[in-house]
């Protein structure tokens, strides 16, 4: 019985040591696992604060802005544009600067008061359009386009709070009408929409106005053949043509025949492009590149041309023009025929429509073909 006392006794050391090392085991667990659990709660707010600290820096960043600045495309500045002048250096189109009215409707305190206000140096102010705009609540809302100086100093002088002034560039054209279809017009952003105007953002400016390096100083100009004296009188002359014998329209052009330039180019009726108000009316066209008009008799200088230039035909050459000729079914015949024998400067003097056609037949068709090509 008293032997067993010393087994007994170590049995009772083993557990104590067993129990004491599981005691051990289990509390490098817990700390293990505690330091895991705090590393991620610290990564998660980092995480957090990271985050709304950048919404919140964000949002007192658009806070501090322009309001006038905030609110897209309609409040953008309008790109400079290169001056347009003509062979000798006179100016055709160029770049103004201008005021333009908007408002910030969270500043309105009384729309209709402010409206009120307007109409007296605005008369032509649209009132339910406008008081909308103020309604709205927005940042930025224009008003009015390109103002006079007077107008901008009235509308200064009404303190009415949440208005203000933007310095625009708008288009400015020294000669008026006499150039209105060469040069052509800009719209209300000084963009290209006809004429030359439109040619020059066709040919990348309208991408550099994009990008933001459409810069004045950079813009070199825009040099045109035409020579703006001779403009003058080709415009003024058919302009007196057409009051003189009630035409519905009239066009004329002047050609450098070395080099194939274009001195002039007018047509008649068109439009002042600093107020195109009539710019689109059914009439307002360039005769010279977009009509279309039969030439008639004035197609015989080129046949005599043909006929010379191929060497088959010369000053002294003679054409039977006394009677007419029969083509298929159909006669050429002379509205005021000589009924004789004609010399080739006869045929021309007297547009006659036989002679013509004796020289066409002269030159045959491929040689017809092979001039006008």
Do not use: C
């Not at 025949?257 to 068109?270: C, N, Q």
């Not at 046949?303 to 007419?324: E, I």
């Amino acid at each position: 019985m008293i032997s067993r006392l010393p087994r007994i006794g170590d049995l009772l050391k083993r557990r104590k040591k067993t129990a004491e090392d599981g005691s051990i085991v289990v509390d490098a667990a817990r700390k293990a696992t505690g330091g895991k659990a705090r590393t991620r709660i610290v990564m998660t707010m980092a995480v957090f604060f990271t985050l709304y600290s950048t919404i919140a820096g964000r949002l007192i960043y658009l806070g501090l802005q322009n309001p006038d600045l905030s609110d897209g495309p309609q409040s953008r500045v309008t790109a400079s544009r290169p001056d347009i002048v003509d062979r000798n250096g006179e100016v055709l189109a160029t770049d103004i600067k201008t005021a333009s009215l908007f408002a910030e409707p969270r500043r309105i305190v009384d729309a209709d008061e402010a409206i009120e206000k307007l109409s007296t140096v605005l008369p032509e102010i649209d009132y339910e359009q406008t008081y909308r705009k103020l309604k709205s609540g927005a940042g930025f809302v224009w008003l009015q386009r390109q103002l006079t100086p007077k107008q901008q100093a009235d509308i200064m002088a009404l303190g009415v709070p949440g208005l203000g002034f933007r310095t625009e560039k708008r288009r400015f054209y020294p000669s008026g009408e006499t150039s209105s279809y060469i040069v052509g017009l800009t719209n209300i952003d000084n963009q290209g929409i006809s004429g030359m105007e439109k040619y020059i953002d066709e040919q990348g400016l309208s991408d550099l106005q994009a990008s933001g390096l459409a810069i004045a100083k950079d813009l070199k100009p825009v040099r045109l053949s035409i020579d703006l004296r001779v403009q003058h009188v080709v415009r003024d002359e058919i302009a007196a043509g057409l009051e003189r014998y009630r035409a519905m329209g009239a066009g004329a052009v002047v050609l450098n025949i070395k080099t194939g330039e274009v001195m002039a180019m007018a047509s008649v009726p068109d439009f002042d492009p600093n107020n195109p108000y009539n710019a689109q009316d059914k009439d307002r066209l360039n005769r010279m590149s977009a009509g279309l008009y039969e030439m008639g008799s004035t197609f015989k200088s080129f046949t005599s041309a043909m006929a010379l230039d191929s060497g088959k035909a010369t000053m002294n050459s003679r054409f039977d023009a006394s009677h007419p000729i029969r083509v298929g079914h159909q006669a050429i015949h002379d509205f005021h025929g000589k009924n004789r024998v004609l010399s080739l400067p006869e045929v021309f003097l007297y547009s006659s429509n036989i002679g013509s056609a004796r020289e066409a037949e002269l030159v045959g068709i491929e040689g017809h073909r092979e001039f006008l090509h």
